[in-house]
C-alpha cells in the first residue's frame, strides 16, 4: 500500500504520525484541516480504536469533522471544549520563528480561534512549507460576502503602505461561483510574494471592517513537526529551543491507507 504514496505523502504521513506523540488520554485536541491533517486525524482514529486512546476532538472544518467521526474519534464542539491541550494542524508556510501562511483550504478562521484556544499548537508538514520569508503562498483572508468588491479595493489600498513586493488580490472560486466557506464567507487571495512584516500585516488587515480574518498566524505555533519522504522526522520546538530528528518505518496498514482522497 504505501508503496503507491509520492515521496510527499510519505513525508506528510510520517510528520501526522510523529506528532501523535504529542496527544493522551484525556486530552481535548484541536483537529486541523487540509491533507495533511487528514492523515493525523486516520493516525489518531487508529490509536483511538486499536490502543484505547481516549480523546475528545475538536474539528476546524466540516470536513475535518466528518473525517474524525468516520475514524471513531468522538467530535465535541469548541464551546464544549471551552479550551484545548493541543491542537495539531497543517501550514501552507512556515518560517523560522514559526510563523505560519494558513488558509489554502480555506478554514484558515476556524483554524485560527481553535489554534488560539489551545495550550499548544503543533504544525505537521512536509518540507516544502518550510520559507525564509512569508508570502510565496498567496495569502488568504476571510471576508464577508457583503461589500466584497469593496473590500478587496480597500484592502489593495492598504498594502500600499505595507513592505510586500504584489498588491493584487483574487476571489477565491470554485467552478464558477465564488468559494464558500463553513461561516458563508468568501477568501480573497493576496498576491504578495514577499511579507517582510507579517505582525504589522496581520493587524492592519484585521482592521478592515469586511475582514473577517487573516491567514497569518503569528506566535501561535510552538512546534513544527517536518517530515521527508524518506520517513525522516524533525522536531522543532520554539519554546524549548529544540531540535530532534527520528525517522519512522513505514509500516502497511490498509486500514490507514486507503481512501485517502486528497
Ligand atoms: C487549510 C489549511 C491547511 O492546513 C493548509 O492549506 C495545508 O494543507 P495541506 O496539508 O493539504 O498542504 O490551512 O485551511
Redesign the pocket.
Known amino acids: 500500500m504505501t508503496g503507491e504514496l509520492s515521496p510527499i505523502d510519505k513525508a506528510?504521513f510520517v510528520a501526522a504520525k510523529k506528532a501523535c506523540d504529542y496527544v493522551e488520554s484525556g486530552m481535548r485536541v484541536g483537529l486541523?484541516?487540509?491533507?495533511?491533517?487528514a492523515w493525523l486525524v486516520k493516525c489518531l482514529g487508529e490509536l483511538v480504536r486499536e490502543d484505547g486512546l481516549k480523546i475528545k476532538g475538536v474539528p476546524t472544518s466540516t470536513r475535518t469533522a466528518a473525517l474524525a467521526r468516520e475514524v471513531g474519534i468522538e467530535v465535541i464542539s469548541l464551546d464544549e471544549a471551552k479550551w484545548l491541550d493541543v491542537t495539531i494542524?497543517?501550514?501552507?508556510e512556515y518560517d523560522a520563528n514559526l510563523n505560519l501562511i494558513?488558509?489554502?483550504?480555506?478554514?484558515?478562521l476556524q483554524?485560527k480561534i481553535v489554534a488560539t484556544a489551545s495550550d499548544q499548537m503543533v504544525v505537521i508538514?512536509d518540507i516544502g512549507?518550510q520559507v525564509e520569508t512569508l508570502g510565496a503562498f498567496p495569502l488568504p483572508i476571510e471576508v464577508i460576502p457583503f461589500g466584497w468588491q469593496t473590500t478587496k479595493a480597500l484592502v489593495e489600498e492598504s498594502l500600499i503602505s505595507m513592505d510586500v513586493l504584489g498588491r493584487n488580490s483574487t476571489l477565491r472560486l470554485n467552478g464558477d461561483t465564488p468559494f464558500v466557506t463553513d461561516e458563508g464567507n468568501f477568501i480573497l487571495d493576496l498576491h504578495l510574494n514577499r511579507i517582510a512584516n507579517g505582525r504589522q500585516l496581520s493587524l492592519v488587515l484585521n482592521q478592515m471592517p469586511g475582514v473577517v480574518e487573516n491567514?497569518l498566524f503569528i506566535d501561535i505555533c510552538d512546534a513544527v513537526v517536518i517530515g521527508y519522504g524518506d520517513g525522516k522526522v524533525e522536531v522543532r520546538d520554539i519554546n524549548a529551543g529544540t531540535v530532534e530528528e527520528t525517522r519512522l518505518d513505514f509500516v502497511e496498514n490498509d486500514n490507514l491507507f486507503m481512501d485517502l482522497t486528497?
Open positions: 506528510k486541523g484541516s487540509g491533507s495533511t491533517a494542524d497543517g501550514a501552507d494558513k488558509g489554502g483550504g480555506g478554514s484558515l483554524e508538514a512549507k491567514g486528497d
